[in-house]
């Protein structure tokens, strides 16, 4: 099939600052997209062929837009599985699948999934609603503390929050969850994978993620990660293994935990690309949005190493500001070498809203963190 300038259609369900940056992309090679979100704000609006605002979790809206295209794919798992998988039946090529999303959606049905398949992660337990949760605390069955996460539609840090005492469940919302065990580690790390349906696969570099300690975000992406070769290999090995699994197409984007004693636990995985990959955009011989593209188009597959060490830092609303943004010294940034920042286009800002990020590539990597701890304390993104 002629994907390139030819009436082709891609079609992406969800237009965030994710379908933003794979549309760069297509645009780059002349592919024909059309993107659904129910936004009208939705930063891929800006950049896409045609734009379809309506609800991803619609049977009918979805199923009526995976009739306009060729093949379908995602910026967000969040999306009308039924619809998938009557649109897959039909014979629309659909990546990843609807097979691949029933297992991840869910994030008790992700977890069963690793146990079920000997992939190494933390215990956990899963509740229908928090009643039933309580339950199991007092007959004994669940020990504080432990990790609680709504088991659909969490995002960005949304839905996970750390359970010390009976005080911490009063705000808790009565949804299904899971709770998880807490994890002694010392770093939380993540590897792309990178697979299309002929088969070939590649991950980049092991990436060593750095949280903002009150929002439960990621603050830094440090590639490559600053840990032992043998546990880089170990973890590429695991995500490979995780991808092998799930059969994926297209990108899946691995979160693991490294342990005191440097074994390996899986978190969770996103089918799309993902903020641990966006330093790719700068500091990648092939991004993590055009292999995304590659790889559901069964194109071969772009070179996945590292020309320098990156490091991305994330734009976050600031506390206590809200409406229309303001990236304050913004200008300060653009005149230091090898700083690139990246705004998503969104044009209301709230606290640890995710407004853009920054990228800092560096032959050193020492020199690269320092540069992005001072992108960190010289930008903010706040309101008029």
């Known amino acids: 099939m002629n994907y390139f300038s030819s009436e082709f259609k891609l079609g992406i369900l969800g237009g965030g600052q994710l379908g933003k940056m794979l549309l760069f992309d297509t645009r780059k090679f002349d592919i024909q997209t059309y993107v659904l979100d129910p936004s009208d704000e939705a930063p891929s609006r800006m950049a896409c062929n045609k734009f379809f605002k309506g609800d991803l979790m619609n049977f009918e809206t979805v199923y009526q837009f995976g009739k306009m295209v060729d093949v379908l794919t995602i910026e967000i798992e969040l999306v009308n599985l039924e619809a998938l998988e009557k649109l897959e039946n039909e ?3 659909i990546y990843p699948s609807p097979k691949t999303l029933k297992a991840i959606q869910n994030k008790g049905k992700q977890k069963d999934f ?3 398949n000997t992939i190494p992660t933390s215990k956990h337990l899963r509740f229908v609603d928090l009643a039933d949760l309580k339950k199991s605390l007092e007959k004994d069955e669940l020990d504080f503390p432990f ?5 659909e539609f969490g995002y960005d840090g949304n839905g996970v929050k750390i359970v010390r005492s009976t005080f911490d469940l009063i705000n808790l919302p009565d949804v299904e969850c899971i709770a998880e065990d807490m994890v002694p580690f010392k770093n939380e790390l993540a590897v792309i994978v990178c697979r299309n349906p ?3 696969i590649k991950t980049y570099p092991v990436v060593e993620m750095e949280f903002h300690p009150e929002a439960n975000q990621v603050e830094y992406v440090i590639c490559p990660a600053r840990i032992d070769d043998k546990v880089a290999e170990k973890a590429r090995a695991i995500a ?6 799930f059969n994926h197409v297209g990108l899946l984007a691995v979160e693991m935990f490294q342990t005191e004693d440097d074994e390996i636990l899986v978190n969770e995985v996103a089918p799309r690309p993902h903020n641990s990959g966006h330093y790719s ?3 990648s011989y092939t991004s993590q949005f055009e292999n995304h593209i590659r790889a559901v188009l069964d194109l071969p597959l772009g070179n996945t190493d590292s020309k320098v060490a990156g ?3 994330n734009l976050v609303g600031e506390d206590g500001f809200s409406g229309n943004v303001i990236y304050e010294n913004i200008e300060t940034i653009l005149g230091w070498n090898g700083v690139t920042p990246h705004i998503y286009g969104k044009k209301q800002t709230r606290p640890f809203r995710k407004m853009g990020h920054v990228t800092i590539v ?4 020492k020199e690269a963190r320092r540069i992005a701890e001072d992108v960190k304390n010289t930008i903010r993104v706040i309101s008029e």
């Open 91 to 93: 014979g629309l090529k």
């Open 114 to 116: 690793y146990v079920e």
């Open 147 to 151: 990790v609680w996460k709504c088991a």
């Open 198 to 200: 002929s088969g070939e």
């Open 240 to 245: 490979l293994n995780v991808s092998e699994k």
């Open 281 to 283: 955009i700068e500091a």
């Open 311 to 313: 490091i991305m830092v």
């Open 362 to 365: 560096n032959s050193d990597i």
